[in-house]
């Protein structure tokens, strides 16, 4: 069974920082690629950043040059650094796992919130 459990939400000041975890389980972690999406009130789920199992990074342009996103594979864990953080910013985040291998599959976390206050 796929769990992949969020940490890290909150509320925060603009110009703020948070760091999201992901802790997956019930999957071969390196045959996935761990992303993080987001999710505003009547907006559509959006990418903010993804990572590959070999480790190339795709960010949003939204988010470029403020966030991060890391793995750790022996810890089979992703992370979201979120600096910089604005308004724009708040929404629900969803750690997901999309493995590249067959049978391919794609599994999301529960979402945690985060809130940028002006």
């Known amino acids: 069974q796929v769990q992949l459990v969020e940490s890290g939400g909150g509320l925060v000041q603009a110009g703020g920082s948070l760091r999201l975890s992901c802790a997956a389980s019930g999957i071969i972690f390196g045959d996935n690629v761990m992303g993080w999406y987001r999710q505003a009130p009547g907006k559509q789920r959006e990418l903010v950043a993804q990572?590959?199992?070999?480790?190339?990074?795709d960010y949003a342009d939204s988010v470029k040059g403020r966030f991060t996103i890391s793995r750790d594979n022996a810890k089979s864990s992703v992370s979201l650094q979120m600096n910089s953080l604005k308004p724009e910013d708040t929404a629900v985040y969803y750690c997901?796992?999309?493995?590249?291998?067959?049978?391919?599959?794609?599994?999301w976390g529960q979402g945690t919130q985060v809130t940028v206050s002006s």
């Open positions: 997901n796992a999309r493995r590249i291998r067959s049978p391919m599959t794609n599994s």
């Open positions: 990572i590959t199992p070999g480790g190339t990074i």
